[in-house]
C-alpha cells in the first residue's frame, strides 16, 4: 500500500510538471519539492523538468548532468534532444557541441536513430551562423547511415544561405530530393533562392522558381521576392518587373518588397518604369519605394521629378538623392541641404562635396564659407 501511495504521488507530480509546459522556474519548484518530501523521481518527471527549460539551457544541464533517479535510464534520448534544443534556441552551439559528444559516449544504449538530436544541434549552428560546423555534423550523419529529415535539410540549407554559399545549398536540395525527403514548407527552397539572390545568381535563382512551378513543389511570396532581389542585384530589371506581373495569376500576392524590389531594380536603368511600378501598387508606397524612384530620377538628372516626390519620401537618402541631382543648380540644392538639418537629418559627406563643389564651380565663397563651417559643426557631432 505504501508503494501504491508513493507510485500515484510521483505520477501527480510528474502530470504536474508536464502541465508547467515552458515554465522552468515552476518546474524546478516542483521538482525541488518532491526532493523535500523524499519522493525519488523517475525518468518521466526529469525529462519534463529539462523539457520546460527550454528558455534556460543552464537549468536545463543541471538536471541533465544530476542523475537524481540513479538509473540508467536517464539521460535519455529526449532528455538531450530537450537540452540541446533549449541550448540552440539561445545560440549556444559549443554547449550543443559538448552535449552531442556526451551523446557519443553512450551510444551503448539501444536509443535507435538521433535525427532529433542532430537536428537540434545542426538548428544550433545555423542559428548561431556556424554553417561549416552544420555540415560537419550532416556529414557525421551520412557516415553513421542517420537519415535526416526536412528540418535537418532546411537548417543546414538555411545555414549557407546565410553564409551566401548557394552551391552547397544547391547541393543539399538535390541530396533531398534524391532520397526521397519530402518538405511540407516553402522554407527550405526559399532558403536556396536566398543564397542564390546573395551570391548575385539572379540566372541560378530564375530557372530554380520555374522549376519549382513547374513540379508544384510549394513556393509563395518569399519565393518570388528572394528571385526579384537576386534580379535587382543583377541589374536585371525588366526579368524583376516580369516576375512581378505575373505573381496575381498564380495566386501570389506582391508584397511591399516584392514592390520595392522592383522599383529598385528599375531605378538603376529604367526610371520610367519604377514610376509605372509605384502607380501599380496596391498599398500606399512608403518611404523605400520614393526612395528607390528619386534614386532613380538623380541617375537620369530629373531634378524637377525628384523634388516633386521628395515630401513624400522624406528621409535623408531621398534628400541626399536629390541634392546629388541638383548638383548643376546650387541653389536648390543649397536649400535642400539646409532643410535637411532643419529636419534633423544627418546628410551624407558627398552630399556636401557636391555642393560645395557646384558653389566654388559657380563661384560663391560666402556660401561656400558657410558650408565648411557647417561641416566642422557635423563632424564634431553637434
Known sequence: MPMARVSSNVISYSSAIRSCAVRWSLGLQLLHNMLMIQLLPNEIVLNCVVHASVDCWQAGLAILHCN????????????????????ANDSQWQV????LDDVQDVQSKDWGGNEFIYSSAINACEKANQWQRALILFEEMTSKKISANEFIYSSAISACEKAEQWQISVFLLDLMYSTGTKTTDEVTSNGTISSFSKGQQWQQASHFLAAMQKQRAPHDVIS???TISACERGGEWQLASNLLVTMPGLQVLPSEISYNSVISANSEANWRAAIGTLSLMSSQPNEISYSSVISGFEKATRWEA???LLPKACNAVSYNSAISALQS???????LLWDLQQLRMRPERTSYDGVCGSCER???PGQLGQLHESLLYMSAGC
Open 96 to 99: 550543443v557541441l559538448r552535449l
Open 224 to 226: 518570388y521576392n528572394s
Open 362 to 364: 559657380f563661384g560663391q
Open 68 to 87: 537524481l533517479t540513479g538509473s540508467l535510464s536517464f539521460p535519455n534520448k529526449r532528455s538531450y534532444s530537450s537540452a540541446i534544443n533549449a541550448c
Open 306 to 308: 525628384a523634388l516633386s
Open 329 to 335: 543648380f546650387w541653389p536648390r540644392a543649397l536649400r
